[in-house]
């Protein structure tokens, strides 16, 4: 966290430094307020959908959960994909709060292997479809940040590519694990070899989890797939939203989504919490001839402070109520005993 904090500070003196923050607070208090309500409801959604596709999983397996849960668990995921690099350790925390609230692991494990390759999926077939139907346009705004974007689009690729093999090629992934490994070990960049390959064992085994459940309930991961295609679709709305709040309206919403999931593929691989700097950057650059000079660093804050920060805070706070409730029931079940 206190690195999160620095990161944050260090972003925003660099971004704004050279900026009259008066012409950027003014700017932000003109903002028609009904657009922004319209940011905040879409990112609610976002947030509302990323836990429901996760429920319709759960209750597939006999596992009921009520929207006011499932919405706790994926602002837990939130605070602590902002809290770890490239967004890795959310699900993990995920399953450990769900552990405490009675559900088993190897399930809720399962189910959040299979929501993040359908998150995965639902990116790409987002991008596609945006891209083909506004090439020219998003090709020429995606000039100016080129390599970070295919350098972005590629890690994604990848990691598809090995996501797939992990759920249908086990043994085949597994002989290239098993040969990078006793490689680096050659090499002597690995010290506890046996114990590596343990773990990337069994992180095989909950891609087989994953892949025997996917084949056993597809009408559950088919409506899962669609909520999660409509939650990315209400993150990417939230800058077209922000670009009408302020009074804008050359570009479509199909050309504003299409520019928001380019941002998303070139920066949500990169290894910063939350991906803080890379980010904020990556958006100067590629809307900066969208917003123009005059309203760019306030399309910035109020983007990223509704889609980011704000949920941030949010999820904090709720991350402390569960943690402060969890103590609490346990020592009331050590009293009783």
Not at 83 to 94: D, F
Not at 136 to 149: I, R, T, Y
Not at 193 to 201: G, H, M, P, Q
């Amino acid at each position: 966290m206190l690195f999160l904090v620095v990161l944050i500070a260090a972003t925003f003196y660099f971004i704004l430094r050279g900026c009259d923050i008066r012409d950027i607070l003014a700017t932000i208090a003109a903002a028609n307020p009904w657009m922004i309500f319209l940011a905040l409801l879409s990112m609610f959604a976002y947030l509302f959908c990323g836990g429901a596709s996760m429920a319709v999983l759960m209750q597939s397996m006999g596992a009921a959960m009520g929207p006011l849960r499932w919405l706790k668990y994926h602002l837990i995921e939130f605070f602590f994909s902002a809290l770890t690099p490239s967004s890795s350790g959310g699900q993990p925390m995920e399953v450990l709060v769900m552990r405490d609230d009675g559900y088993k692991i190897t399930e809720s494990t399962a189910v959040l292997l299979v929501v993040a390759v359908l998150f995965k999926f639902a990116m790409f077939v987002l991008f596609f479809s945006l891209y083909f139907f506004n090439f020219l346009f998003l090709h020429a705004q995606v000039v100016s940040m080129w390599f970070l974007f295919a350098l972005g689009l590629t890690l994604n690729l990848a990691l598809i590519v090995i996501i797939m093999m992990a759920l249908y090629a086990q043994r085949t992934i597994q002989r290239m694990c098993l040969w990078f490994v006793r490689l680096l070990a050659r090499m002597k960049l690995v010290k506890h070899s046996e114990a590596l390959i343990e773990r990337l064992n069994n992180w095989l085994d909950g891609f087989h989890g994953c892949a025997t459940f996917m084949r056993e309930h597809p009408w559950p991961v088919f409506r899962s797939f669609v909520i999660t295609v409509f939650q990315r679709v209400f993150f990417l709305l939230i800058p077209y939203l922000v670009y009408r709040s302020l009074g804008l309206r050359a570009v479509t919403v199909w050309q504003m989504m299409g520019l928001q999931l380019l941002l998303s593929i070139s920066v949500e691989l990169m290894p910063l919490p939350g991906a803080v700097g890379a980010s904020e950057s990556a958006f100067l650059v590629l809307y900066d001839a969208i917003f123009g000079p005059k309203y760019v660093y306030s399309a910035l804050m109020l983007s990223r402070g509704i889609s980011h920060y704000l949920v941030l805070v949010i999820s904090g706070i709720v991350v402390l109520g569960t943690r402060f409730a969890q103590s609490r029931e346990k020592r009331m079940r050590l009293q009783e005993e």
